[in-house]
């Protein structure tokens, strides 16, 4: 059993907040001390990989404590199945920025 309807809606209203708030991510990303210390000169891959951790984070959080458990296999699965389909406007919000 994967994620109800009120957890699917929940889902994707966190994935529209992130990209709708994804300056405060990707000026973080850029911030000198952390380009240095990683391969990624412009921020983009790290930009993406704290955008996916808010998002998830952020649900998983919110879906323990509306439903008093943790997320089960078939759920993180189903979680991870939107993400993969809604990536690309994260990477085009990222890109935006510049």
Known sequence: M??????????NRQIDYTVGDIQ???EFARIP????????KDGFDFSLGSA????????????KARNQRPIN???KNEIFN???RRIHE???AINKMG
């Not at 994967?2 to 889902?11: A, F, P, Q, V």
């Not at 001390?33 to 990624?40: H, P, Q, V, W, Y």
């Not at 996916?52 to 879906?63: D, K, S």
């Open 73 to 75: 296999k078939e759920e």
């Open 33 to 40: 001390e952390l380009r240095s210390m990683c391969n990624d």
């Open 90 to 92: 994260i990477k085009e």
């Open 52 to 63: 996916i951790t808010e998002i998830h984070l952020a649900f998983v959080m919110g879906f």
């Open 24 to 26: 405060p991510i990707v």
């Open 2 to 11: 994967g994620l109800t309807n009120l957890e699917r809606g929940i889902l």
């Open 82 to 84: 939107i993400l993969g």
